[in-house]
T-cell receptor
Framework: DAGVIQSPRHEVTEMGQEVTLRCKPI?????LFWYRQTMMRGLELLIY????????DSGMPEDRFSAKMPNASFSTLKIQPSEPRDSAVYFC??????????FGDGTRLSIL | AQTVTQSQPEMSVQEAETVTLSCTYD???????LFWYKQPPSRQMILVIR??????QNATENRFSVNFQKAAKSFSLKISDSQLGDAAMYFC????????????FGQGTRLTINP
């Protein structure tokens, strides 16, 4: 079975540029989560969707961050404009009901 | 608010020996789920084991087992017969039964296996 698929695996861009991270959840899963991992703050939830509807976006740091889930098989996390402090590993995870979350391999984002 | 605390930033163990990683948590919910995830250098997040709070029996998965003490809000992971491939960061995580489905993670414990 295909797991959660994230792209790109690595992204290096200059400050001020727009960054778009992509995620394809496991087919049939109805919840999708975006997490960010940094040395300082560890793993923290940014936003999660249930049946394509955003449920909790309280972890989104500021208006520069936005996330969409236009259908059950695709989600994006966008940062515009990007800043060096956004450098981190961004994980997407999906789950069905009360089953455990399955994580993608993450996107390592570096903002110069 | 839900919190998870891992008080051991680093642990090491000899190959084939047993090691226990500690985790404490806080939640106001009576029903919840606890997890241990493993993150090797490849940075994948791999589910190791899961415990439902309503179950008194401790979960086991091959060489991995937990000691779940609900009253003490403690959830430790025991790795038996440690193998070199067990070297990784280990994260304890909590998820509520109702409401927020998000995982709240501890700070992680880096486990080193000495050959």
């Amino acid at each position: 079975d295909a797991g959660v698929i994230q792209s790109p695996r690595h992204e290096v861009t200059e400050m001020g540029q727009e960054v778009t991270l992509r995620c394809k959840p496991i087919s049939g899963h109805n919840s999708l989560f975006w997490y960010r991992q940094t040395m300082m703050r560890g793993l923290e939830l940014l936003i999660y969707f249930n049946n394509n509807v955003p449920i909790d976006d309280s972890g989104m740091p500021e208006d520069r961050f936005s996330a969409k889930m236009p259908n059950a098989s695709f989600s994006t996390l966008k940062i515009q404009p990007s800043e060096p402090r956004d450098s981190a590993v961004y994980f997407c995870a999906s789950s069905l009901g009360n089953q455990p979350q399955h994580f993608g391999d993450g996107t390592r984002l570096s903002i110069l | 608010a839900q919190t998870v605390t891992q008080s051991q930033p680093e642990m090491s163990v000899q190959e084939a020996e047993t090691v226990t990683l500690s985790c404490t948590y806080d939640t106001s919910e009576s029903d919840y789920y606890l997890f241990w995830y493993k993150q090797p250098p490849s940075r994948q997040m791999i589910l190791v084991i899961r415990q439902e709070a309503y179950k008194q029996q401790n979960a086991t998965e091959n060489r991995f087992s937990v000691n779940f003490q609900k009253a003490a809000k403690s959830f430790s992971l025991k790795i038996s017969d440690s193998q070199l491939g067990d070297a990784a960061m280990y994260f304890c995580a909590l998820r509520g039964e109702r409401g927020a489905q998000k995982l709240v993670f501890g700070q992680g414990t880096r486990l080193t296996i000495n050959p």
